[in-house]
């Protein structure tokens, strides 16, 4: 329904709704107002009627004061004066008084009078038994207490009720006791009620209390409301409204229903109050309506019937370009200016959804990776380029209805409907690795991930990327054949190879380090420094460093203590470890065991060594030696002096002598080295070297645990040479004393003496070649063993006091053996 | 004898005996022998005290230099011939020394004819 026609209806609707509203309001609100005034009126009828029957017995009451009250009557009462009733008691003096009945008693209630008139008829006639004979003491009538009180009321008689009224006889003056009563009455008749009537209104009625034409509702109402304001009142119909009053006996009895009866005409004027108002609000309310409806019609609704066709129109036409126009300054104006203001965003964000789908769709066209859509059927919807590429995937085969299963292999679709149910139950796709059957039949081994799609708040089916892992499952199994093929290799090569990370953390060992005691497990975790050699640390570190910064292979040799304390040589090829962006991030290297090698190598070394040596002593030593003798032999034969040729042919024997020495030292140094070094007890060493100088005197002194040092096979010359020295050049020497000390590079044993010592600038030429009173190759070939083995020699003694000589052996050269 | 006319000739030798010989057989010869050092600081000294014309320089001296690097001085400093007196005939040796141009090489054992020969020899240069 058009809002106009809304409008309308709802309008219209409403003012009747009001209409009926205020009317009923009104009409209740008046017609009750004007029913309280007809009842207040009715009221007051009822009352004045009331109060006229009370009246009519005041008016009684009076001419009853006329004759109680009177020496007259007391006479008669008293039989005094029998003329009394003939001068006063004619039946026209009934018609008077318009009474109908006149009694007169003593104070026992005896009648001593009474007479009864027909007014009507104006006739005398019998008086009511009830006034016959005696009347009882207590009956009210008789109330003599107060002369001056009159009793009135009705008494219900036969025929017709009595209006009735009593006073006490007493003399004029109202002295003396009542001498009885004077009693005075009127039928309430017809005939008085209609002239009640004509005095009061004209519908009143009276009615005994018992009579069945009163209903029971009504006298049980009439009984209740006796006692407030006087009676009730009853509409009796809508032209008549009734007013009922209790009228009671003198014995106080209900005796009578007193009811007047009117038209409504205040009720009546009421209704036509009412419907004038109403006539009025109508009109008006109607007037009201159809402006307003008008005057909304031609601001509101029209122009928002207006703008609704334009937005429909908009809305049909999909064109978020077109605008609203609708003229004026308020709110309507307002909404087309917010309406054309959200067309505009909306025209933006559709160009931005358009940009965005495209380019969306271009990237995934573009996308190496396979984006597929299926309804929850597996029925495929959408594919991208790629797909299309791989399995064929067209147009025509998604409108003519493909499944995905087509595709899979028969161990994978259980597989793949496990999935698709957990991600229906809201579990998140954990990419499963599928094989699927591509176009040209090749397989594709890739992993597939998909989602819900839900569209208006159901699911409709599924998207899915397939990333083809083929090449990388080929790799990764390349990469396993190649790491067995390698890890046989690195197992079966008789090289440890190793990485270490750029702290130098061990991160792989092969298991060749079992060789040479360590576990695996020891060894990864742990720095390659602690199994360097303590004296090839600082050469290693300082090599590592330096060849790293050129970033280059580098190699280098140390040694290595095994699980035991032994010594190994070690070749270490390393190169950089690069992660992808050329960041160094460890150590690749093989240690090959060169023990053998350096051993021969060493001893190459030290041929090489001797050689020179040799070298030196043939060609330099014993040449110069010869240069000298032949020197000497020219200058003997040149001169004529004997004592000069006898000194010339002594220095000629010398010479001889030093060049045998010179052969008798090569065939010494000759023996170094050639042998391979082994582990020697000192101490057993020590005791047989003493024995060659048992009969030196000297005293010696030798005080440190068993002790063995790995060391080249001379060295018990090593001790020879050291207490031989002592003995030739120590001149004072008492004593020798040999002892050990530890320290964290390794032993020291110390030879101390107690001789000459050796002069500051001596200590290091002592050990050179050449130096010395004898062959001057002693302590030199001394160093020479010792250093076979890395143990080195030096003196440090105080001159004068003695010499001191500290042979340092390194850690992993000596050993406390085991008993 | 006597062919040359006194040149002096400075001798750095350690060795005494030889030193003793290369002395008398100078002498012989008829060279003034203006002095003898047994290392390269001596040697380097006496250079400058004596002003010899020709050294005799035996490469395996004693001392913080050999005979090769006091040569190598003296040439930088003196226009002085230098004479390698040497027993040392290893290859690497004799390039060290042909590297400071010496102007000759007398090997021990040497005799008259021997010095004589090399001197004049470099005299001559």
Redesign the interface.
Known sequence: MKLQKKSLLVFVVLLIAVLIVISVFFSTILLASYSALEEQYVAKDLNQAVNKLNDELFTMSSIASDWGPWDDTVDFVNGNDPNYLNSNLKPYGFDNLNLNLIVLTNTKGEVLFSGAYDLKNKVMVPVPAFFSGQLDPKNPLMNMSDPHQITTGIVMLPDDPMLVVSQPIVHSDFSGPSQGVVIMGRYLNKEEIARLAELTRPNLTFTRIDDPALSPNLVLRIRDNSGSAPGIIQQLNMDQVAGYALIRDIYGNDALVLQITETRDIYHQGINTTVQVILIILAGGLFLGLLVIFLLDRVVLKRMASLALQVNTIGKSGSTRDHVVIEGDDELSGLATEINRMLETIEQTQQKVLVSEARFRELAEQLPLIIFEMDTNGNLTYVNKAGVELFGVTEQKILEGINIRHYLYEDNIEQMQRGLSAVMSGAKSPGEIYSLKQLDGNLMRAIVSTSLVHREGRATGFRGIVLDISERIRLEEALTESEEKYRAITENTPDILFSTDMAGIITYASPQVNKYGFLVEEVIGKSLRIFIHPADIDQVENNLSRELEKGAQFISQFRILDKWGTTFWFEEKSSLRLDISGKPVGIYGILRDVTERKRVEDAIDIANKKLNLMNQITRHDILNTITGLLGCVDMAKATNSPEEQEQLFNDIRDLTRVIQRHITFTKEYQEVGVHLPQWQNVNNLLNKVFQNFEKSGIKFSSEFETLEIYADPLLEKVFYNLIENAIRYGETITTISIYSGISDKGLSLVFEDDGVGIEAGQKQEIFKRGVGKNTGMGLFLTAEILAITGITIEEDGIFKKGARFEIRIPNGTWRLPRD | MGLVSGEKILLVED?D??A???D??LK?LGYTVCGRATNGAEAMELMVNKKPDIVLMDI?IKGEIDGIETTKRIKKIFNVPVIYV?????GATLERAKETKPDGFII?????NDLRVAIELALRK
């Open positions: 060795d005996i030889i003793r010989v290369e008398w057989r012989n395996n040497t027993s040392h005939s290893d021990k054992p040497f005799d008259d």
